[in-house]
């Protein structure tokens, strides 16, 4: 049922944004800093890695965001290709944010029970990204996503996604919509270690 649901709101939405995706596109093409994409390598499910996909955000050369891709961060708009990777079976809507190969690697080795967020597909939007922001500690978005896993459902999904989309127009978001500002409440009760 999930998949099912995945598969067609990825492929409404990624319909209903297409004019809106040429926009951006365009955009980045004039701005003359690089692709339109960026890709990056990331652990899916079952821990298999797989290539996410982005609009670019930063400069050609170095870490800073062009303007344009300061306004894709704050609506998360540079996670739309991911609708994609959704489609192909890489990632889910709802689930655990995929980390990069390196970060996986450093996290399996210093947080217990690390692993068990792979039994899922990664998702497009996830607990901890709208319950915390992008400098909460490791940890806490491990447990957050741990409560996902032992205590979600559609419910739980439909609120985190409507959560992420909330955030993503009221233009609170940063990067992978990871660092929301007055994130909304969710009604998933979160338990303190």
């Not at 040429?22 to 690089?34: D, F, K, Q, S």
């Not at 652990?43 to 996909?53: A, L």
């Not at 909330?166 to 009760?189: I, K, M, T, V």
């Amino acid at each position: 049922m999930k998949r099912t649901f995945d598969v067609v709101a990825a492929s409404l939405a990624l319909v209903f944004l297409a004019p809106l995706a040429v926009l951006i596109a365009l955009g980045l093409a004039l701005e003359g800093e690089g692709g339109v994409f960026y890709v990056q390598w990331r652990v899916g499910r079952h821990g298999r890695p797989f290539r996410m996909w982005k609009l670019r955000s930063l400069r050609a050369r170095g870490d800073l965001a062009t303007p344009l891709g300061r306004w894709l961060r704050r609506t998360a708009l540079n996670e739309l290709p991911q609708l994609w990777n959704v489609i192909r079976g890489e990632m889910s809507l709802v689930g655990p944010r995929p980390e990069t190969l390196e970060l996986a690697a450093r996290w399996r080795r210093e947080l217990a029970l690390w692993d068990r967020r792979h039994r899922v597909r990664p998702g497009l939007a996830g607990l901890a990204q709208v319950r915390l922001g992008a400098g909460a500690p490791e940890a806490e978005k491990l447990r957050l996503d741990l409560l996902y896993l032992d205590r979600g459902g559609a419910g739980k999904d439909l609120a985190i996604l409507l959560a992420a989309v909330g955030l993503a127009l009221g233009g609170r978001c940063d990067g992978a919509l990871e660092g929301p500002r007055g994130a909304p409440p969710l009604d998933l009760p979160i338990p303190h270690a």
